[in-house]
């Protein structure tokens, strides 16, 4: 903010500056350091918890003096709302790097190329290859199924779709986001595996995946497919191209980089899924590269059956998944934003 | 002719979905009809005992138990940091911010459920002890058996992560769509920074911050596998977060579906619908209020 060239003090108060700010909330750390060497007090996680009370009780007390109570409210307010950003911050650094630190441990080339057949809990070996046939043929079937599906519907929503069916569609669609992924694997269960009686396979994990999958890919096109300028199709139009040429041509690839995103976006969220798998895929130990029929694990799965356990050869690999899964995620994530720099519409 | 190829996958979706919520029902009504009334009022869960005896009244307390107690956890933190990123940080900061915070989103919940159980539980234990010594006099914080790990606490901690994304994501765009100019009249009246959130801010998102809860609640009740993991599976009806215990309908599929037999089954379909239901009457009602406000949220 710049200073007025107009001489109003009276309407400008004093202003604690950020060095005293930073000086009351350092002196109120140091208190706490003389306060837990000199007393009983104790503990690390004590002492940062005091040391920031007395930071922020001091930095709000050095405004008090100097600007009075509504400022003291206003910078509370602040201090909090950064504290909350802090938390936020923190909690993504400590679940990503502990999960790292840990997962390194148990994670090489044989964890890559090694099933769990036969291997006891208690055993120094064993690996993730299985579950990750499992989790690869998983999540491709769950997309061949529903981004094809989904990239219809966005083009009958957007361009097609007045009246009852229409609305009836983006009700199901708007119900089906709050869908728990538990829920669409019961779904399949009892649909697929039971009703129809085709027992667990990975396929049947693959049909639980694409109901979550599913919304997000409609979600995401038809946000792109809208942006897509009129003036765009109405060239194509004048050009004398039919309405379905003119989408499938002009509209869809203008919009690809938008719908590629949501698309990834999808395919990470439906990676990270355990819960519908176990009752759709259910978890086997060894490899099974046919995903039409039989259970198959996948890498959540496997997770969660090896942290499931008192052992902590299990429990190592368990973390060895979990960051394969968190890296692979992340990746996933990571490209989506950077397909979306590209996007020409957004 | 492509139009009604597109209207018609539309349609089969549909079509799939009713026959799916058919099959629940097919398959939930042995478990319905052995249990009755009770279903909806035991405790227990001993669906392939005879006689069964099996209802979901401890998991339906269980589960909104940790929904709404990792609501009172996320919500303020969610609130703070989309507040921060919109009306204090700059742009680069806040979006940088933004994209930390989706990243929480991303994480699996199995991995923070490996995370919760093996870091959080063990870290939290002080902090719960402290609670029960100094605030034990409160009926929710009692403990008496001064045990402490795997409790509802720690894992609505878990969960209020888990929740804190999509909380914090749809409120900054409720934020966002307050007109600048509400925020510059309070401001040319003298108001602190604090005072225009707290005048213009905040009155005019409260329908899109109540939206933004809910859908936060929906997905806190239906979470499975973090909690599954956190929680160690007990059938009590009581507020004593403290104590090791606690289950969740979500959870309760998780844990007992590999073991159960045929009833079994049955009871942890019925009981998903319960939770199904639930989380459908969560989803319209926030689709409802945030429609209202003009933003859409994001799924």
Known sequence: MSTSPVTSSALRTNRMGRGEGLAAAGAGVILTGVAFWLTPLQGRADFLVVAYLAGVAAYLVGAARLEGRRSVVDRLAAVLMVTAVGICLLALGSVLVYTAARGVKALDWYFFTHSMNGVGPRDDAGGAYHAIIGTLEQVLLAALISVPAGLLIAIYLTEYGRGRLASLVRTVIDVMVGIPSIVAGLFIYAFWVLGLDRGFSGLAAALALSILMLPIVVRSAEEMIKLVPAALREASYALGIPRWRTILRVVLPTASAGITTGVMLAVARVTGETAPLLLTAFGFDSIRNDPFSGPQSSLPLFVFSQASSAFSTAVDRAWAGALTLIAVVLLLTVAARLVTRRNRLV | ?299
């Open chain 2, 1 to 299: 002719m492509f139009r009604y190829v597109t209207a018609a996958v539309a349609a089969t979706v549909l079509v799939v979905l009713l026959a799916m919520t058919t099959f629940l029902l097919v398959q939930a009504w042995p478990a319905v009809r052995t249990a009755g009334g009770d279903f909806l009022t035991e405790r227990q869960w001993f669906p392939d005992a005879t006689p069964a005896r099996f209802g979901i009244a401890a998991l339906l307390w269980g589960t909104l138990l940790t929904s709404v107690q990792a609501l009172v956890v996320a919500v303020p933190v969610a609130i703070g940091s989309a507040l921060y990123v919109t009306e204090y940080a700059r742009p680069a900061v806040g979006r940088w911010i933004g994209y930390l915070v989706d990243v929480l989103a991303a994480v699996p919940s199995v991995v923070y459920g490996l995370w919760g159980l093996l870091f959080l539980v063990p870290r939290m234990v002080p902090l719960q002890r402290f609670l029960a010594d100094h605030l034990g006099f409160l009926p929710f914080f009692r403990n008496p058996d001064d045990i402490y790990g795997k409790s509802v606490f720690a894992a609505s901690v878990v969960l209020a992560l888990m929740i804190l994304p999509i909380v914090a994501a749809v409120s900054r765009e409720v934020f966002r769509q307050v007109p600048r100019d509400l925020r510059e009249a309070s401001l040319a009246l003298g108001a602190t920074r604090w005072e225009m959130i707290r005048t213009s801010v905040l009155p005019a998102s409260r329908s899109g911050v109540v939206g933004a809860v809910i859908l936060g609640l929906g997905r806190a009740l239906g979470e499975t596998i973090a909690v599954a993991l956190v929680l160690a599976s007990t059938f009590d009806i009581d507020l004593r977060i403290l104590e090791p215990g606690g289950n969740t309908i979500a959870a309760n599929i998780a844990t007992k579906f590999g073991e159960a037999g045929e009833i079994g089954r049955s009871a942890l379909i019925a009981s998903g619908l319960v939770l199904f239901a639930i989380t459908l009457a969560a989803t319209v009602a926030a689709r409802g209020v945030i429609r209202r406000t003009g933003v859409v949220g994001r799924p």
